[in-house]
């Protein structure tokens, strides 16, 4: 097998099918496609914790799956695209990446495109794969197509604006928020570089200054940022909540299925400190 730029010869496909929880055979198709999907999402959350410590997020594929895999953690969105490229790679998937403009909080059509997700060519049709937005992010594939629907408990769609630009929805109780806005223009390893270096350095970036969790699993949604929760159950508008520094620091095992370190534990109880004392 020739090595690609997604690194399928490098990754240990066992050791994360077993740290997702995926027992089925794995095959080049849609039920596998799926299947993949809903696994990750469930068993890894998005997190930026190291990112908040002011730690090094290095992207390569031995740190990605030391990281996410052998040690149990979570990772950003660039984190877990390279590791989910790696593995779609290796069973044999053909796609590309590409970025996208986040809306959701916000309601910005115009911030900058950081976030990442794959489209993957199969059978002719082209499946919008995205396991790492977090708490309104899908849970398995979505048709990448201009009124394709996804239903079930979690539903969503995507519309094409006027000017071309695809926009991914969330169809939730309280009504369709949109989740971001994107076009299937390829990006590389390369641009992940740069992505990554205004998440972790700017001084806009949502995932430098605050701790922000999220984990979709099938039955409930979570999401932390700072110390508020929100849950979300499916057809039920979304509850929120502050947590006190006690649930805070346990919130990250707890509800987000993270093994962190006691050192990590510790730092995160400084962060929690530096919250309660209020924003930067």
């Known amino acids: 097998m020739t090595d690609s730029i997604w690194q399928g010869t490098g990754v240990d496909v066992d050791a994360y099918l077993s740290r997702v929880g995926y027992l089925a055979d794995v095959a080049p198709d849609l039920a596998t496609l799926r299947g993949l999907h809903a696994a990750h ?5 998005f997190e930026n914790i190291d990112a908040v410590l002011g730690r090094a997020v290095p992207l390569d594929l031995d740190s990605v799956q030391e990281k996410i895999v052998r040690r149990g953690r979570g990772g950003l969105c660039l984190e877990q695209v390279v590791l989910m490229a790696a593995v779609l790679d290796r069973i044999g998937f053909t796609f590309s990446a590409f970025s996208a ?3 959701i909080r916000t309601g910005n059509k115009l911030g900058p495109a950081v976030h990442v997700a794959l489209c993957v060519d199969l059978d002719d049709e082209c499946w919008l794969f995205d396991v790492s937005f977090g708490g309104y ?3 398995e594939p979505i048709r990448l197509a201009e009124a394709s629907r996804l239903d079930g408990d979690w539903p969503f769609d995507i519309v094409r604006e006027p000017h071309g630009e695809y926009v991914l929805r969330f169809l939730r109780a309280e009504g369709p928020a949109e989740i971001y806005g994107f076009t299937t223009d390829a990006r590389y390893p390369a641009d992940f570089e740069v992505l990554n270096h205004y998440c972790l350095t700017h001084p806009r970036s949502p995932f430098n200054h605050r701790m922000i969790l999220q984990r979709t699993q099938p039955t409930v949604r979570h999401i932390l940022i700072g110390n508020t929760l ?3 159950r499916p057809g039920e508008p979304a509850t929120h909540r502050e947590l006190d520094e006690g649930e805070m620091l346990s919130a990250p095992e707890k509800i987000f299925g ?3 370190e006691p050192g990590d ?3 995160l109880k400084t962060l929690a400190g530096m919250v309660a004392a209020g924003p930067r």
């Open 41 to 45: 999402v469930g068993a890894i959350a």
């Open 101 to 103: 403009r986040s809306r």
């Open 137 to 139: 992010g899908l849970r």
């Open 230 to 232: 929100t849950e979300m």
């Open 258 to 260: 993270l093994a962190l």
């Open 265 to 267: 534990v510790q730092s």
